[in-house]
């Protein structure tokens, strides 16, 4: 199965130059935990609220005076589009990421896959085999 059947869409973006009082309100007004950052279409950065928590309220910083540049995670792991499941959960385990940008054929932002995102899928999966496995077991 294709990343790209899973990936949501409609990612949350925003520009390294933005504050980290603009950033901090894109989160609340879109309710989202991380937003990737672009320029030119292209994912560059990500940054979540445990980045602005450790980079900016624990040491007290004026987040109109720090940027998303000073505290994204610069040069994400990406995955294509056209990636498996599998090649996108192993690129996460090997990064040690939580989410990962889905790119096109261009390097453009497509969408974005989480963690969580995996997990519902594979919980399902893992429903639909227990099916199989206790229609097929005799009854006691």
Not at 17 to 41: H, I, P, R, W, Y
Request: charged letters at 30%; zero cysteines.
């Amino acid at each position: 199965m294709p990343i790209s059947d899973i990936a949501r869409t409609g990612v949350i973006t925003i520009h390294k130059d933005q504050t980290a009082g603009n950033l901090a309100t894109v989160m609340k007004e879109e309710e989202v935990g991380s937003v990737v950052v672009e320029e030119d279409d292209v994912p560059v950065g990500i940054v979540t609220d445990r980045d602005l928590a450790l980079e900016v309220l624990e040491p007290r910083a004026d987040p109109r005076e720090v940027t998303v540049g000073d505290i994204m995670s610069k040069n994400p792991i990406t995955a294509h589009e056209d990636d498996g499941v599998f090649q996108v959960t192993e690129a996460m385990y090997r990064g040690e990421v939580r989410r990962l940008p889905i790119v096109d054929d261009n390097g453009e932002l497509a969408g974005i896959v989480t963690l969580d995102d995996l997990v519902v899928l594979f919980s399902d999966e893992m429903t639909g085999l227990a099916g199989v496995i206790e229609a097929e077991s005799p009854s006691y």
